[in-house]
């Protein structure tokens, strides 16, 4: 087993050409990303970009169990301030800064770009999956927006992707991290093509023998092979309870969202526990979660990335995340103190901190090249 960050492969096309195959090698973790993965994979792609020999790109998670299950938010914990604290060092802002790089990068990449997303895919995860071109999912996927558990915000270009849903589907997700399947990824938007999980080594040889590499043939190309299987793709979770989801996310006073979310007395298993996941998520992280799709409907995908930028340093510097990470996944205790400690005592200058640049005045937006 290699102990590479990420490793790189390569398939033989019928044409003579190369796929390049790309799989994040830390299936004991997940495929959880940290930073000497980004920059592995970021660099790779570039290369991979204009090299001539290769025609299209596959990316996949090492093991069944995960595509990619987010970011490492243990080593993210380790650079971040507690309530009242200072920012111990750089390495979160330059994590984000690295991430979100390579999440733009791959929505503008120009050659094919295919991800397998099987099994688990959740924050970071959601990131490379949808900003590919081609997006592929099975009936083992599990995809969510979770970060109301860990008080920060679907970050990854989740305000541009979740903001883009039927309805106010996009809204419910960020609220209450809600888990959905490949065929709510298909309804939502976020995928392209559904594969059984056991069909993959049929579809690298259909895909090495396409005749043509054009991006959008190859979508075409590819969306061929998934549709033998349409009648296989899982129950839908999201498209029936639309209905319920927009009666409970109308108007703009997120606190009777909260209330009508967490209020919920049925016995509908999915919904029940998304009302128990955002009744315990982080206070600060509803307000986030409105305020960031609001932004994002008015903006480009670069401004997007901008924006999250900023509010993924702030979340690092004002306590919120450090104490979520710490009650989830250091000392386990599942009972993080949250400042403030209900989403009442959410004030607006709360939320506005969060929105203001941290950098230093005198220097650019990091990504203000994008």
């Known amino acids: 087993m290699s102990d590479q960050p990420v490793i790189f492969e390569y398939l ?12 994040l090698n830390a299936e004991k973790s997940l495929n959880a ?32 169990k995960a595509f990619c299950a987010g970011g490492d938010v243990v080593a993210l914990h380790a650079g971040s301030a507690a ?19 390579l999440d733009h990068y791959l929505h503008v990449y120009t050659k094919p770009l295919i991800v397998w997303g099987s099994g688990i895919v959740m924050g970071g995860g959601m990131g490379l999956l949808c900003g590919a071109p081609v997006r592929l999912v099975t009936e083992t996927t599990r995809m969510a927006m979770p970060e109301i558990t860990i008080g920060l915000f679907p970050d990854v270009g989740g305000s541009y992707f979740l903001s883009r849903t039927p309805g106010q589907a996009g809204l419910f997700l960020g609220l209450t991290g809600a888990q959905f399947n490949a065929t709510d ?60 989801i927009d009666t409970v996310c109308k108007g703009d006073k997120l ?20 009302a128990k996941t955002l009744a315990r998520g982080c206070p600060v ?27 993924a340093v702030n979340s690092a510097r004002l306590g919120h995340f450090k104490e979520g990470v710490r009650a989830l996944l250091i000392d386990k205790d599942r009972k993080p103190q949250w400042v403030p400690a209900t989403f009442a005592e959410v004030e607006a200058d709360h939320i506005k901190a969060f929105f203001e640049a941290p950098f230093a005045p005198d220097q650019p937006h990091p990504l203000a090249d994008l």
Not at 12 to 23: E, M
Not at 83 to 101: H, M, V, W
Not at 285 to 301: D, E, K, W, Y
């Open 33 to 64: 990303l940290n930073l000497a993965m980004i920059d592995a994979l970021h660099a790779q792609l570039k290369a991979w970009e204009h090299d001539g020999t290769v025609v299209a790109v596959w990316l996949e998670g090492a093991g069944e």
């Open 185 to 244: 990824a298909l309804y939502l938007g976020f995928a392209d093509g559904f594969v059984p999980q056991g069909e993959k080594f049929a579809l690298l040889n259909h895909l090495s023998a396409a005749k043509s590499w054009a991006k959008d043939d190859v979508f075409q190309h590819l969306l061929s092979f998934c549709n033998q299987f349409s009648e296989q793709k899982p129950k839908a979770q999201v498209e029936p309870h639309q209905a319920h």
């Open 255 to 274: 606190l009777s969202i909260i209330e009508a979310i967490t209020g919920y007395q049925g016995e509908d298993e999915w919904l029940t526990r998304a």
């Open 83 to 101: 309530y009242g604290e200072a920012l111990p060092d750089n390495s979160a802002q330059t994590f984000f800064e690295r991430e979100y790089r």
């Open 12 to 23: 033989p096309t019928a044409c003579g050409k190369r796929i390049g195959v790309a799989r």
């Open 285 to 311: 992280t509803p307000f986030l979660v409105q305020q960031q799709l609001q932004r994002a409907a008015g903006l480009s995908l670069a401004e997007v990335f901008r924006m999250e930028l900023i509010m």
